[in-house]
């Protein structure tokens, strides 16, 4: 007998099932198996090693030459910009190295995120609602056919015991109370595999929970993240217009952080962040969310609150700030004067919400072209920004008529009404 006929045809692996693979996810098994000596179109496997080696040590030195920690990110970085996945990528790291600026975890985070829509990142949330609807109706249903399993099991178990005390029955009732007993027990392990069943759904339950709550937080902050705003703005918007509250949102902004980061190093700029992440952080309620929307900027929505009202909230937090006295506690050298320039916008003042966050964030960029270290109020294709003593004028918290001009002047040049005469540059 040919010794090539009896042999036992080779095992297959077995592929290991995953949360991945329910969702259709996972890779292609071509892309995924391993390769064999013999498979010609995988070459030598000696070559392939090689090949690993030489990406590993790319990333390696990639990691070292940015001085960049290993997480998900910047290995994903890594590998995108050295084997050539992304040039896009590659070229604004060469750019950026060109340039003098350090390539940070930061910085590729919020090239990620403007490479990323904001419409993927909405969809993707849909998608997330969706499986976790999937999973809390598995679950229900799951409970359901358990309680049902469990109720048809007890009615069964009655009729036999019935059936067993007939003693005239004779051999064809013992034997249909014999088969009755193996539905009971199928019943039985049925009912525990459900039970089962129903323990793992909720375990899942809990890990996407955790993994949108992960996915949704900034962790250097503590805030919730780019994707969690766009989630909870949409909802602001439609809760505001359900109530006919007033919606305004703001971007906020360190002023000089990277002065800090050079002269302070990374790690303390870090915790300048956090400061003034935890400072912006406890104007949130129920009406005010707090989001660190990438590198040095945070976003704020503020509903049932209308612009005066936004400035007035927003500008106490600036102040406090400004006046604290920070010191860098590795070295003891102060940091010097901490502070933000914002933007605010009236989302309802536009057609579309995203032309107030576009507003919103042409103030901040006006803000920090006057000086830094206060508030713009965008109107309307108009830029007020309000002086320490237009900021107290009782009219303008009142009315935009507090500012006939449209556009509030500095410090010393307003008048009695806390406005800047027609002829001050920037009332132009």
């Not at 962040?273 to 406890?282: E, I, N």
Request: contains cysteine; glycine residues 6%.
């Amino acid at each position: 007998m040919d010794a090539h006929a009896s042999s036992p045809a080779p095992r297959q692996p077995r592929q290991r099932w995953s949360f991945r693979n329910w969702l259709g996810l996972a890779p292609s098994p071509a892309l995924t198996a391993a390769p064999t000596p013999d498979d010609p179109a995988t070459g030598d496997g000696d070559a392939l090693v090689a090949a690993c080696r030489l990406a590993g040590r790319e990333i390696g030195e990639f990691l070292a030459l940015h001085r960049l920690p290993a997480t998900h990110q910047t290995l994903a970085a890594a590998f995108d910009s050295t084997s050539g996945q992304d040039p896009r990528l590659a070229a604004a790291i060469e750019e950026r190295r060109r340039s003098g600026h350090p390539v940070t975890p930061d910085w590729l985070a919020s090239l990620h995120a403007a490479a990323r829509p904001e419409d993927e990142a909405r969809a993707m949330t849909r998608l997330m609602d969706k499986l976790e609807s999937n999973i809390v109706e598995f679950s229900r249903t799951t409970v359901d056919a358990r309680t049902a399993t469990s109720e048809y099991g007890q009615a069964l178990q009655i009729h036999v015991d019935d059936l067993h005390g007939l003693a005239t029955a004779g051999a064809a009732m013992t034997e249909m109370v014999a088969l009755a007993r193996t539905m009971i027990e199928r019943t039985c392990v049925i009912e525990r595999q459900l039970a089962r069943s129903e323990l793992e759904t909720r375990q899942l339950h809990r890990s996407l929970e955790e993994s949108r709550r992960d996915a949704e937080l900034d962790h250097l902050t503590g805030l919730p993240n780019r994707r969690a705003f766009e989630t909870r703005f949409d909802r602001e918007i439609v809760t505001a217009t359900a109530s006919g509250e007033p919606l305004c949102v703001a971007f906020c902004d360190i002023d000089r952080f990277k002065r800090i980061n050079d002269t302070h190093g990374h790690e303390a700029g870090d915790r300048v962040l956090r400061a003034v992440a935890h400072a912006l952080a406890a104007l949130s309620d129920d009406t005010c969310h707090v989001a660190r929307h990438g590198g040095e900027e945070f976003v704020v929505v503020l509903r049932g609150r209308n612009l005066a009202q936004a400035y007035e909230l927003l500008d106490e937090t600036r102040s406090d700030l400004a006046e604290r006295r920070m010191v860098n506690r590795a070295t003891e050298v102060p940091f010097g004067k901490v502070s933000f320039s914002a933007g605010i916008a009236d989302v309802f003042a536009y057609d579309d919400p995203r032309a107030a966050l576009k507003a919103a964030d042409e103030a901040l960029y006006h803000a920090k072209h006057e000086g830094r270290n206060r508030i713009a109020i965008a109107r309307g294709g108009k830029v007020n920004l309000p002086s320490p003593k237009a900021a107290q004028c009782s009219r303008y918290l009142l009315s935009h008529a507090a500012c006939p001009n449209g556009t509030f002047g500095p410090e010393n040049a307003c008048g009695p009404e806390g406005c800047a005469p027609a002829h001050s540059p920037r009332a132009a």
